[in-house]
């Protein structure tokens, strides 16, 4: 568990040494080796830390609410907030210095967030986020939302337009909306990935998570086929150690017999607290609405919100069509050193899958009978 005065340690174990003044804060990165393994070198009171650059070009979207939530929950304190992310971008100039990503403020907030401001674990979520990247290139490679207008159109997924009392957006999945044989399940990945990139941009969501509803009606045991073990590690792996979001809960509603092979596949890739937080109510709306209140909810689930609409989050998509072409459809670098050097997120290696044949995962469906 992470302590509230361990990131203090972890600054002052790098930059003790360094003269604190504004001139100096460039200089702190270069001494920040000979320091990491000296935790007791830190010695300055809180009101001694040094200060963060003047000129930057991160401004604060959060609520006071959120700031308050982000302090308790995240170890986010707003007057350490830029001296965090200058610790972070230090690391990956000095320990990775191949690694070809964003060093802006903003985005590197996204990591420390999602490892609670532990300087360690949000450089290792960094690496891992790349390494995603480099070691699955059928999902990867030009992720663009014009790419996926087939799948958009199909409406496997969407997002509500009202967020959850808790203020956490909710990604709807309808794999029933899915027909294998007009494109094959990784383009839902594809999907999904672009829209957890577009969710993250929002400090809120970084702030507050994430809430998945995932409606099984219908689907099949042919369908559930294509989703065997060495897809659910990859997904799995990326979702948990690869990317910067709080999955906060997942309510799985309508889920026929066969889900449970489904979850069996699933399961063993999935850390404790992860599991913890899967909801399965089957047909029983009143059970997911002690969760979901209905005034957020289409029709569709019980709702009040109207009928579910999936035109909205589509035209956000497409809309930022720009962005994702400079950030994923760019030529990158044959390799990086860094991704060279650290292995990938479990299941995200390149091996060839070694039990994932059709036979074998319907046999494993076919128990649930």
């Known amino acids: 568990m992470f302590h509230p005065d361990r990131r203090s340690d972890q600054f002052h174990s790098r930059h003790a040494k360094s003269h604190v003044d504004m001139g100096s804060w460039e200089l702190m990165s270069e001494e920040s080796d000979s320091l990491r393994t000296s935790p007791s070198a830190a010695s300055l009171s809180e009101s001694e ?159 507050n998570g994430i809430v998945i509803l995932a409606d099984y009606k219908g689907v099949s045991l042919s369908k559930a086929s294509h989703f065997g073990p060495f897809i659910a590690k990859k997904v799995i792996g990326i979702l948990q150690d690869g990317f910067p979001i709080r999955i906060k809960a997942v309510h799985v509603v309508n889920e026929p017999r066969i889900f449970k092979g489904i979850f069996a596949i699933i399961k063993p890739f999935l850390k404790e607290k992860i599991a913890n937080r899967f909801f399965l109510h089957g047909s029983d709306l009143n059970s997911l609405h002690s969760n979901l209140p209905r005034n957020i909810l289409p029709k569709e689930y019980g709702g009040t919100a109207g009928e579910l609409d999936i035109t909205a989050w589509n035209a956000a998509l497409l809309a930022s069509e720009e962005d994702f072409v400079r950030e994923f459809c760019q030529p990158g670098p044959p390799c990086d050193s860094i991704l060279g050097q650290a292995l990938p997120p479990e299941g995200l290696s390149p091996e060839v899958p070694c039990d994932d044949s059709m036979r074998a995962v319907k046999s494993q469906l076919y128990s649930c009978y």
């Open 49 to 207: 830390l040094p200060l963060p650059p003047a000129h930057t070009g991160y401004v604060c979207s959060l609520t006071e609410d959120l700031v308050a939530k982000a302090r308790e929950e995240l170890q986010e304190k707003p007057e350490w907030r830029l001296r965090d992310v200058q610790a972070l971008r230090d690391m990956v100039r000095k320990e990775c210095p191949n690694l070809s990503t964003s060093l802006e403020d903003a985005f590197l907030l996204r990591f420390l967030r999602a490892r609670k401001f532990d300087y360690d674990r949000a450089l290792q979520l960094l690496i891992n986020y790349h390494s995603c990247r480099r070691s699955w290139p059928e999902v990867f490679n030009n992720l663009r939302p014009s790419a996926l207008k087939e799948v958009l159109a199909s409406g496997f997924l969407t997002v509500l337009p009202h967020t959850d009392p808790r203020g956490r957006h909710i990604l709807c999945l309808r794999p029933d909306r899915w027909i294998p044989s007009n494109y094959p399940i990784t383009e839902n990945i594809r999907a999904i990935y672009l829209t957890l990139e577009k969710l993250i941009q929002s400090e809120e969501t970084q702030v």
